[in-house]
């Protein structure tokens, strides 16, 4: 999310990432050199800076790779833009607390 509060999307496929206003239209494209986006981030002091990066490198044949430049797939790209993100949050609670009380690994199943 931006600090507008519109989602940023990578289509993954698609080589892009997509802005979505609150109402569900598309507000902004940011087109990348490859085709498998992923994982969209906000960073940079200002918080003006996507980074996003792709999946390419596990998903084309070596032959197409060869296509590409070095460091294209797999690769992290970034775009400075006119919208900011908003500053990440730290979880002050306990991991215990979102897993009743208990250590995942810790739990055992419950008799039927």
Not at 17 to 26: C, F, H
Not at 72 to 100: H, K, M, Q
């Amino acid at each position: 999310l931006d600090a507008e509060g519109c989602l940023w999307n990578a289509e993954f496929g698609n080589g892009r990432v997509v802005r979505y206003r609150l109402d569900g239209t598309i507000g902004a494209v940011v087109r990348v050199p490859t085709r498998y986006t992923t994982c969209p981030a906000f960073g940079g002091e200002d918080l003006r800076t996507l980074y996003i990066t792709d999946a390419s490198i596990s998903r084309l044949s070596k032959k197409k790779l060869e296509d590409f430049p070095a460091g294209y797939p797999g690769g992290i790209f970034r775009v400075r833009l006119p919208y900011s993100g908003i500053p990440e949050v730290n979880f002050r609670g306990s991991s215990s607390a979102l897993t009743g009380g208990e250590p995942s690994s810790a739990r055992r199943p419950e008799a039927s």
